[in-house]
């Protein structure tokens, strides 16, 4: 289920009695709870009726005496498991037999398995919502939508472009709420305000865009990122240094072997390790070793001014983007 089906079937009036949220979109899955207080939970009943637990402190007793206790001002009490531990017991003998006057949340992370036992008993008994990162497309609609709440247009532009600029829904409406400080009440937002009050956002969100566009070969997008780059200001051996560590990533990914613990053993965050194991996939050894050389040429030439920083990097954006052998 998405945040869109998710909300519809609220708006029905139907309340499942239970729910599995997991995705990178934080600030949704805190939308989906409060959108559930809302539901449920009626004037002054969230003292009674609402209870939060973190993972590490479910127990089996613990977890059956919030969801056995019977509400006090609404017709059904809310439980929130943060973090939810998804092979513990505790939470597996909550949902059998399951109690008619509790909603339970079981909020988990980015990525869930679905062979586990817990989750096919979710997904029996209730609702899993996955709420991922949205698209550039709907969260730029979701930022004019926000713009309107403060009083303000958005030119279709600037909300396309903060779209592609920050990473997640949450980032963006920090940006938004910024802008509606700086900006006089009442005045549209337009593209240059966007990109004068958030440069660094900007520069971060492409250049990660540019490695995703380097590594699947396409050319043109990645050359016209490194000229968006460099014409804010980007140093090119800062632009360098982020390829640089891509291609390193891939090599030692190959060195310590594809199945070891790459979370580990390369310092990533999970859902980075994955990507890397992906492109490590992608590219052998010998393709990820023969990239860093041509990486090493363009930083000297970068370093003793050879030719302009530009056509350095778009040669070498030339060169990297060329099939490979395998």
Request: some cysteine; aromatic content about 6%.
């Amino acid at each position: 289920m998405t945040w869109q089906e998710f909300q519809k079937e609220l708006a029905t009036g139907f309340v499942a009695p239970v729910y599995l949220f997991y995705g990178q979109e934080k600030y949704l899955i805190a939308r989906a709870v409060e959108a559930l207080k809302n539901k449920l939970l009626g004037p002054g009943a969230e003292l009674f009726d609402y209870q939060e637990f973190e993972g590490e402190e479910v127990t089996h007793e613990s977890l059956l005496s919030a969801t056995r206790t019977p509400p006090v001002l609404s017709i059904r009490r809310l439980i929130v498991v943060k973090d939810a531990p998804l092979n513990e017991e505790a939470l597996l003998a909550a949902l059998s037999p399951y109690c008619p006057t509790t909603c339970l949340v079981l909020i988990a992370g980015e990525e869930i398995d679905k062979r586990k036992k817990l989750v096919k008993a979710v997904q029996q008994a209730g609702r899993i919502v996955e709420l991922k990162g949205l698209p550039p497309t709907d969260l730029a609609q979701w930022f004019k939508e926000e713009a309107r709440k403060q009083g303000r247009a958005m030119e279709e532009e600037a909300a396309q472009a903060l779209a592609e600029t920050v990473i997640g829904l949450e980032q963006g409406l920090k940006e938004l709420a910024k802008l509606d400080l700086y900006l006089p009440p009442g005045t549209p937002i337009t593209l240059r305000d966007v990109e004068a009050l958030i440069p660094t956002s900007l520069n971060s969100k492409a250049i990660f865009q540019l490695l995703d566009a380097l590594t699947e070969g396409d050319r043109s997008t990645a050359i016209d990122l490194c000229r968006r780059l460099l014409a804010s200001g980007e140093a090119p051996l800062a632009i360098l240094g982020m390829i640089a560590r891509q291609f390193r990533l891939i090599l030692l990914a190959h060195i310590h072997g594809l199945h070891s613990p790459l979370t580990e053993v390369l310092g990533l965050h999970p859902w980075a390790a994955k990507k890397i194991a992906r492109l490590a996939q992608k590219y052998s050894l010998a393709s990820a070793a023969s990239a860093l050389e041509k990486i090493l040429k363009a930083d000297v030439a970068l370093k003793t001014g050879a030719t302009e920083p530009r056509l350095i990097l778009e040669q070498l954006i030339w060169t990297l983007t060329r099939p490979r052998p395998g």
